[in-house]
């Protein structure tokens, strides 16, 4: 079985930063996508950013700019650098992969981390 696990989640001030880290374990033959998205209170849940395991990447338009996504192939992890944070990225994000394992591809979800921006 394959878990993720986030952590960097948070209360910050309009502008600030955080990080948010998203470590995948379990029976991983590869990762083929990992992101992040974010749910908002009354609003779907939304792609925020991607990045496949050769390095490409998809920002949703609202953070372009601002969010940068990385990842540690080594180490099954993925980043969200988020900078000059605005109250409407209030959220629970939510790390999202796509993971070939014994089984063939599966897609998985972690718990979720809130982040809350507000002064």
């Known amino acids: 079985q394959v878990q993720l696990v986030e952590s960097g989640g948070g209360l910050v001030q309009p502008g600030g930063s955080l990080r948010l880290s998203c470590a995948a374990s379990g029976r991983i033959f590869r990762i083929v996508v990992m992101g992040w998205y974010r749910q908002a209170p009354g609003k779907q849940r939304e792609l925020v950013a991607a990045m496949t395991s050769g390095g490409s990447t998809n920002y949703a338009d609202s953070v372009k700019g601002r969010f940068t996504i990385s990842r540690d192939n080594a180490k099954n992890t993925v980043y969200l650098q988020m900078n000059s944070l605005k109250p409407e990225d209030t959220a629970v994000y939510y790390c999202?992969?796509?993971?070939?394992?014994?089984?063939?591809?599966?897609?998985?979800w972690g718990q979720g981390t809130q982040v809350t921006v507000s002064s």
């Open positions: 999202n992969a796509d993971i070939l394992g014994p089984r063939g591809m599966d897609d998985y």
